[in-house]
């Protein structure tokens, strides 16, 4: 049972580049959420994807957007990257809303370096 | 808005000690709340949860009680190993685990031998 899938595993990029990040869910769950890890902090929210349309949305401004897929995959996308952006992205899957008490499972992240 | 507060790490235990990591929270409603650990170089995963007041989770030896009274859910272990060495964040939802989780800025835990 494959859990959840990132990737690329590490990104390097420039200032005011674009980059897509992609994630495949753990098998059975529909939902994916996208957080920012800044090194030697916790994951920020930055949104959640349930039926492909943005569910729930953290304080993060429209550079970053995404996009979930019919199979329940998706993509964060961020446009015109600052130093700042620099982190680990991690990406979580879970059963519904309403689903019951499931909790989301993570996965192993991608690193992006901005220079 | 929810905010989650732990210790400020890092902590350093020796084989066998017992361990508590505090982890206080704010939130509006009935959250859940949640112990996730990375090791190095991985993703997070989920330690043990809680969904309502007095709740126990427990999972490999870890236990933390959800404690409205005092807005508290924190995490011990009564003999820690040093496999146990990782980073701990304490996090909580709004929405029964599958709203957007805020989580603590995390605690970092090194077992010495």
């Known amino acids: 049972d494959a859990g959840v899938t990132q990737s690329p595993t590490h990104l390097i990029k420039t200032r005011g580049q674009q980059v897509t990040l992609r994630c495949s869910p753990k098998?059975?769950?529909?939902?994916v959420s996208w957080y920012q890890q800044a090194l030697g902090q916790g994951p920020q929210f930055i949104f959640q994807?349930?039926?492909?349309?943005?569910?729930q949305r953290g304080n993060f401004p429209d550079r970053f957007s995404g996009h979930q897929f019919p199979n329940y995959s998706s993509e964060l996308n961020v446009n015109a990257l600052l130093l700042g952006d620099s982190a680990l992205y991690l990406c979580?899957?879970?059963?519904?809303?309403?689903?019951?008490?499931?909790?989301?499972?993570f996965g192993d992240g991608t690193r992006l370096s901005i220079l | 808005g929810n905010s989650v507060t732990q210790m400020e790490g890092p902590v350093t235990l020796s084989e066998e000690a017992f361990l508590t990591i505090n982890c206080t929270y704010t939130?509006?409603?009935?959250?859940?709340l949640f112990w996730y650990v990375q090791y190095p170089g991985e993703g997070l995963q989920l330690l043990l949860k809680?969904?309502?007041?007095?709740d126990k989770g427990s999972n490999k030896g870890f236990e933390a009680t959800y404690r409205k009274e005092t807005t508290s859910f924190h995490l011990e272990k009564g003999s820690v190993q040093v496999s146990d060495s990782a980073v701990y964040f304490c996090?909580?939802?709004?929405?029964?685990?599958?709203?957007?989780?805020?989580f603590g800025k995390g605690t970092h835990l090194i077992i010495q031998p």
């Open positions: 996090a909580l939802s709004s929405g029964g685990g599958a709203d957007g989780l805020t």
């Open positions: 809680a969904t309502k007041a007095d």
């Open positions: 098998s059975g769950h529909d939902t």
């Open positions: 939130a509006t409603g009935y959250p859940s």
């Open positions: 994807y349930y039926e492909e349309e943005e569910r």
């Open positions: 979580a899957s879970s059963v519904a809303p309403g689903g019951g008490n499931q909790p989301q499972h």
